[in-house]
């Protein structure tokens, strides 16, 4: 099994970026496809993007396409969700997801973290 801690999440202005890392412990975050959704008060948790075990895949949802870039650094355990021109609708508890398989983790991942909270004033 894997563990996800996710970090990185504040209170923000629109229109700057934030970085949200998550570390992973167990096993090597080498060994899973990584995912990062997001859910905001009222509504259901939506799929942010998504990366392969090597990195040579990547997938976005169609609210933070050319905003948000997802990557990892599997020396580090890590994988990371770099947001930019930031908006109030981005407010959110972001969460990290781990599954053995790429097309999984989009939608129904194995493993959660326990989300870092990100809200963008306007």
């Known amino acids: 099994q894997v563990q996800l801690v996710e970090s990185g999440g504040g209170l923000v202005q629109a229109g700057v970026s934030l970085r949200l890392s998550c570390a992973a412990s167990?096993?090597?975050?080498?060994?899973?496809?990584m995912g990062w959704f997001r859910q905001a008060p009222g509504k259901e948790r939506e799929f942010v993007a998504a990366?392969?075990?090597?990195?040579?895949?990547?997938d976005y949802g169609d609210s933070v396409k050319g905003r948000f870039t997802i990557s990892r650094d599997n020396a580090k355990n890590t994988v990371y969700l770099q947001m930019s021109d930031l908006k109030p609708e981005d407010t959110a508890v972001y969460y990290c997801?781990?599954?053995?398989?790429?097309?999984?983790?989009?939608?129904?991942?194995?493993?959660w973290g326990q989300g870092t909270q990100v809200t963008v004033s306007s």
């Open positions: 997801a781990a599954d053995g398989r790429f097309g999984r983790v989009k939608v129904i991942p194995d493993y």
């Open positions: 167990g096993r090597s975050v080498s060994r899973y496809a």
């Open positions: 990366i392969s075990t090597s990195g040579s895949m990547t």
